[in-house]
């Protein structure tokens, strides 16, 4: 093995923690479809095939040093989406949570002076800014639409395309 056994727990986690974020964004999407909301829904379908890309990512790389793989039970979504706004603010604080994950993998990587896991993390630290940044401004569009006005945000949403 490639990496120390710490790394790829963290990294065996994390497949778990993406494909989990995977299934809470079809969830959200599906609370958009069900309001006839289909950019929205779009938004969040789309979100969710990306962090199913971001869990194969680790799942390669975890393969390409012999880590071996081993994903943990993937707990349920969060059901309770009732509003535009609480949609948004699961999503954010998820994002923050993963920037955590990946800067704890990235932590690890720098102490034990593992250069390849630093290369490919790397690329997550890049994407969870964007993330990040991303949910933040999309949450204030729909704070400051309204849920009363959430077309506009469809409108928006067309019009970031």
């Known amino acids: 093995m490639q990496i120390n056994k710490a790394m790829a727990d963290l990294m065996n986690a994390q497949v778990g923690n993406e494909l989990g974020a995977s299934n809470q964004y079809v969830q959200i999407a599906s609370y958009f479809d069900g309001e006839a909301l289909s950019k929205l829904a779009k938004f969040f379908y789309d979100q969710a095939e990306e962090e199913r890309e971001h869990a194969m990512k680790f799942v390669h ?57 630093q290369a490919f993390l790397q690329w997550f630290v890049t994407e969870q800014v964007e993330e990040v940044s991303t949910m933040e401004s999309m949450l204030q569009v729909v704070r400051k639409a309204g849920e009363k006005n959430l077309l506009m945000v469809e409108a928006y949403l067309t019009h970031r395309e």
């Open 61 to 117: 790389y975890l393969m390409e040093v012999g880590a071996g793989l081993s994903i943990d039970a993937i707990p349920a979504t969060k059901t309770d989406i009732d509003s535009a706004e609480r949609a948004f603010e699961m999503s954010l604080a998820w994002e923050q949570e993963v920037t955590g994950q990946i800067n704890a993998m990235m932590d690890l990587a720098i102490q034990e002076k593992d250069y390849a896991s």
